[in-house]
């Protein structure tokens, strides 16, 4: 039986992927921090605004779930499902959800902040930016 409303589930849902998302995220910036990428900069630049993206909205979903009085809690995991256990007015709502599904909603989440955070602030590179081959000739 359903006890949340439509608008209060999307509202716990998304503070979940986000917050999965969070979490790639910050294993993807170690990961680069440890790999043999030439130039690192760009992409850790890119990763960092990302997760500021991400905290910030995560931020105000929770303050929006603190005054609804909701949670949500992993309530349990196998190979194929992850179980959710969502808490409000004093129901609990169990959730499954197919691991692929879940890295799919991650995965578009993640494409989503990756759009803001380029749309959000322009990199200083473009000012400092000299014309094309000015710094290569000798």
């Known amino acids: 039986m359903r006890y949340l409303k439509q608008k209060e589930l999307d509202l716990a849902s998304r503070y979940l992927f986000l917050s999965m998302a969070i979490t790639v995220i910050r294993q993807d910036r170690k990961h680069m921090e440890q790999g043999k990428f030439k130039i690192k900069e760009p992409y850790m630049e890119l990763l960092g605004k990302m997760e500021l993206e991400a905290r910030n909205e995560r931020k105000k979903l929770r303050k929006q779930m603190d005054q609804w009085k909701l949670q949500v809690v992993e309530s349990g995991r196998n190979d194929s499902f992850t179980s ?26 993640l494409f989503e902040l990756m759009k803001r955070s380029q749309q959000s602030t322009p990199h200083d590179y473009q000012k400092t930016q000299t014309p094309v081959g000015n710094d290569l000739q000798g």
């Open 84 to 109: 959710f256990l969502f808490l409000a007015h004093g129901y609990e709502e169990k959730r499954n959800y197919f691991n692929p599904a879940i890295r799919k909603k991650v995965e578009n989440i």
